[in-house]
């Protein structure tokens, strides 16, 4: 869990940074107005390590201790040596990824900003989701639902919440989630039998 505890580290002191010199705060946050006309392309990638609450910060890396961990020994697993550098591509690429609706929609918008890990936050569960689609997670840590259920409950509410006016980056979430489900199953394209086996399997032990 190496490469999972040193992206928690670099989010906790990069938000601690923003939290303690505001001017970090707004040289790091994404702009799409300054990634497009200023050239400030690092902010594809650091508005991600920083967050805009000790509520935020938390939430978010709670959730990736919770499933990152997982995904990275599956990869170890499953890829070997190159395990470690996909699961940082399944980082990185879902942060990058899900900044690209919001780079398209707002490129001309000066005041549009946003920070945190969420759309990356959202590549790693659906990373998880795809290779363990009957695992139980906890809705509202009381619910138990399957892994596969949570993820189309996840995609519908985002895609449906997209243009709503409630400051958070839904096309973020909804694009990030889509790419960690390509990815992983990129990596290794029998997953994608695998998912569905899964998923028919326990279905037919219902019955």
């Not at 259920?149 to 694009?175: K, P, T």
Request: hydrophobic letters at 55%; a neutral charge.
């Amino acid at each position: 869990m190496i490469v999972t505890y040193v992206i928690i580290a670099a989010c906790v002191i990069m938000s601690l940074a923003a939290f303690n010199d505001f001017s970090k705060f707004e040289k790091w946050k994404f702009s799409a107005y300054h990634v497009v006309h200023a050239k400030e392309q690092y902010r594809l990638i650091t508005h991600a390590f920083i967050h805009g609450s000790w509520a935020h910060l938390f939430i978010n890396m709670f959730v990736f201790w919770q499933f990152g961990g997982v995904v990275e020994r599956n990869f170890a697993a499953m890829f070997g040596a190159k395990g470690t550098l996909y699961y940082i591509v399944l980082y990185l690429g879902g942060v990058l990824v899900a900044s690209l609706p919001a780079l398209k929609k707002h490129r001309d918008d000066y005041n549009y900003a946003a920070v945190g890990a969420s759309g990356a936050v959202a590549s790693v569960l659906f990373s998880y989701i795809i290779m363990h689609p009957v695992n139980l997670l906890y809705l509202f840590f009381i619910i138990p639902i399957p892994a596969f259920l949570v993820g189309i409950l996840y995609l519908w509410y985002e895609n449906r919440m997209e243009n709503s006016q409630d400051n958070i980056a839904h096309d973020a979430h909804y694009w990030g989630a889509v790419y960690g489900a390509v990815v992983t199953i990129l990596f290794k394209p029998v997953l994608a039998m695998d998912f569905v086996n899964q998923i028919v399997n326990t279905v037919s032990g219902l019955f």
